[in-house]
């Protein structure tokens, strides 16, 4: 990398949440230009309790503390990504992925959209810029974004996307439109003072 290129460049944290078996894990390596760091661990007696497998009951192993991965998006812009854990016993770590986060992607599931109502409210409370993709299952019947807004009762300036896991350029798309909007909702909370007076 040469020396103008190392100065203009960026790195931002993203998160990557969602409900219990919803495709976070999948999403970090289907776009990672890095062999992805994963904490999948198989699923046990002792989490059935605990772990709810509805819709995804084929799902042997979780995530118990996070994924890793990183995209390039531009010569100059890194996206470094962290996949949350989904079940609500490992949500204590939540707090310390979302350090210096620049934003989320609350990946959801329209078999069960109520899972995904944690991870937006904890973005909610927290004003951490958000979007909602909805991952694409085969053999599920397809759901307009606004008809999932609605359901979700998320703020009309809260994009809903489509996307596809399992699909490198789906997955990009998502987090291409997460910095943007993220950009878009920090520069709204800028103090007017902030932005330079026009000339006149």
């Not at 609500?88 to 109520?114: C, I, K, P, S």
């Not at 909610?124 to 909602?132: A, G, K, L």
């Not at 609605?150 to 997955?171: F, N, Y």
């Amino acid at each position: 990398m040469d020396s103008a290129r190392s100065d203009s460049f960026m790195a931002l944290k993203i998160l990557v949440a969602g409900g219990f078996g919803v495709g976070k894990t999948t999403l970090v390596g289907s776009v990672s230009e890095i062999r992805p760091l994963n904490t999948e661990e198989r699923l046990t007696e002792a989490g059935r309790p605990v772990d709810r497998l509805d819709g995804v009951q084929q799902k042997t192993t979780t995530t118990v503390a996070m994924d890793f991965g990183r995209i390039t998006i531009h010569d100059d812009l890194a996206l470094y990504l962290f996949g949350t854990p989904g079940q609500n016993r490992f949500w204590f770590l939540w707090d310390e992925l979302a350090q210096g986060a620049l934003g989320a992607v609350v990946l959801a599931d329209t078999r069960r959209l109520a899972d995904s109502f944690a991870a937006i409210d904890y973005f909610e409370h927290r004003s951490i810029p958000f979007v909602v993709a909805v991952n694409c299952f085969d053999g599920v019947r397809a759901h307009r974004a606004e008809e999932v807004a609605r359901a979700l009762d998320l703020d009309p300036a809260t994009p809903v996307l489509l996307c596809d896991a399992r699909e490198r350029a789906s997955c990009k798309e998502v987090l291409i439109g997460l910095v943007e909007h993220a950009a878009s909702a920090y520069e709204a909370r800028m103090p007017a003072n902030s932005v330079s007076p026009s000339a006149g």
